[in-house]
Nanobody, 117 residues
Framework: VQLQASGGGLVQPGGALRLQCAAPKTVGCAADMGWYRQAPGQQRAFVASVSSGGTTRYADSIEDRFTASRDNRKNMVYLQMDRLKPEDTAIYYC????????????WGQGTQVTVSS
């Protein structure tokens, strides 16, 4: 199962980007969908997630600048990123993770976000 992430790019500090990720219709029910990111030389880190019921969670470092959402009809998850900073530069990976039986975890291929003047 492969998720398809898109929407990355080059943006100036203070700018905005919207990432989106499409999951196959066979996954997503009773599962969390969301985003991790990996900056150069660092481990992959949690960014945000949305449960199937719409509950969101965010990393502390996001500081209310990002908004995660999902469309269950389309099986898509989004990440609206505002007031971007250079330290947000990373490859952003979407995921879908189900913790109840049958459990599974799938990832997208990553989309590059570069924040630079």
């Amino acid at each position: 199962v492969q998720l398809q992430a898109s929407g990355g790019g080059l943006v100036q500090p203070g700018g905005a980007l919207r990432l989106q990720c499409a999951a196959p219709k066979t996954v997503g029910c009773a599962a969390d969908m969301g985003w991790y990111r990996q900056a150069p030389g660092q481990q992959r880190a949690f960014v945000a997630s949305v449960s199937s019921g719409g509950t969101t969670r965010y990393a502390d470092s996001i500081e209310d600048r990002f908004t995660a959402s999902r469309d269950n009809r389309k099986n898509m998850v989004y990440l609206q990123m505002d007031r971007l900073k250079p330290e947000d530069t990373a490859i952003y990976y979407c995921f879908v993770k189900r913790r109840v039986t049958p459990t599974y975890e799938y990832w997208g291929q990553g989309t590059q976000v570069t924040v630079s003047s």
